[in-house]
């Protein structure tokens, strides 16, 4: 028997490790050329989490008997159309969690889940090429939650204008021709108005990482207090086959929400939009993450 010396092991381990990687970056070129042909390109990432927890007894807390409970999940789905001459790209996204407590000893406690975050975006942008980099587009974009107030308020884009496409996962649309739907039940201090709609989306995948960016603004032509903008960020990382890690968070200002809020206060918090506290909006989520 020939016994093989460690560096003998690490050479032949050495040549193995450069024989696969050139075939990786084969693969790697064979799918990009893929990528580049026309067709449909569909796919979906997303994040879940939660916790449930039950006490009994537990003195320590003020709370010593109780149920608890937390569950949360995300979808970042997109089905894109890519031909020569125009484009058609569908995106949707979606963050919904629920938390409860119920206090075992409180009869007339909440015991259900209650919802938290609850965010709804779906989009559809066509375009039709005028260069390699820029074309003429169309978008539609609807903004609202799913859980409570459906449609109150719910956002309504729709407008003309230019997109453009520096890089292959980058898409900027800048419509200066758009009018912003704004929908709630009752006497409220949401307005409809027209300005100009700017969106800038990045989605990509590299190895185990998925991860989409999205920023969503409108300047409106009537004034300041009616703009507002959303910035979404999510991030998914693949430990073991399907399933890995993901975390989500989100930005909003919009002072049209602000103000319906301080005035839903008893007493209320404000009386117009020059004394409201337009405070930053944020959320995130953490959690186990499923690739689709």
Not at 38 to 55: E, Q
Not at 176 to 199: L, R
Not at 240 to 248: C, E, P, S
């Amino acid at each position: 028997m020939n016994a093989q010396t460690k560096e003998e092991l690490q050479a032949k381990k050495a040549e193995k490790q450069a024989e696969a990687n050139a075939a990786q970056a084969e693969a790697n070129k064979l799918q990009a050329q893929i990528d580049a042909l026309p067709g449909w390109r569909i796919g979906a990432f997303g994040t879940i989490g939660g916790t449930l927890s039950n006490f009994n007894n537990w003195y320590a807390q003020g709370t010593p008997n109780n149920n608890s409970g937390n569950i949360g999940f995300t979808v970042n789905a997109y089905a894109n159309l890519i031909q020569e001459k125009f484009f058609w790209r569908n995106a949707l996204t979606t963050n919904l969690s629920w938390v409860k407590l119920d206090d075992k000893d409180d009869p007339n406690d909440d015991a259900g889940f209650n919802s938290t975050t609850d965010v709804f975006n779906l989009s559809s942008l066509y375009g039709r090429n005028i260069g390699k980099n820029i074309a003429i587009s169309g978008l539609m974009e609807y903004r609202t939650t799913l859980l409570d107030n459906f449609n109150d308020p719910g956002y309504l884009d729709l407008g003309l204008g230019a997109t453009w496409t520096p890089a292959k996962n980058l898409v900027v649309v800048v419509h200066p021709f758009n009018y912003n739907f704004v929908f709630s039940s009752g006497d409220t201090v949401f307005e409809s108005s027209m300005g100009t709609k700017i969106v800038a989306d990045y989605t990509r995948q590299i190895g185990a990482v998925s991860f989409k960016t999205n920023l969503s603004t409108f300047q409106s032509y009537k004034g300041s207090d009616y703009s507002n903008w959303t910035w979404t960020n999510s991030f998914s990382y693949t430990l073991w086959k399907m399933i890995g890690v993901g975390f989500d968070f989100g930005l909003r200002n919009n002072k049209q929400e602000a103000l319906n809020y301080a005035l839903a206060q008893d007493p209320p918090a404000a009386t117009g939009f020059d004394d409201v506290d337009n405070d930053l909006q944020t959320y995130y989520t953490i959690g186990l993450s499923y690739k689709f």
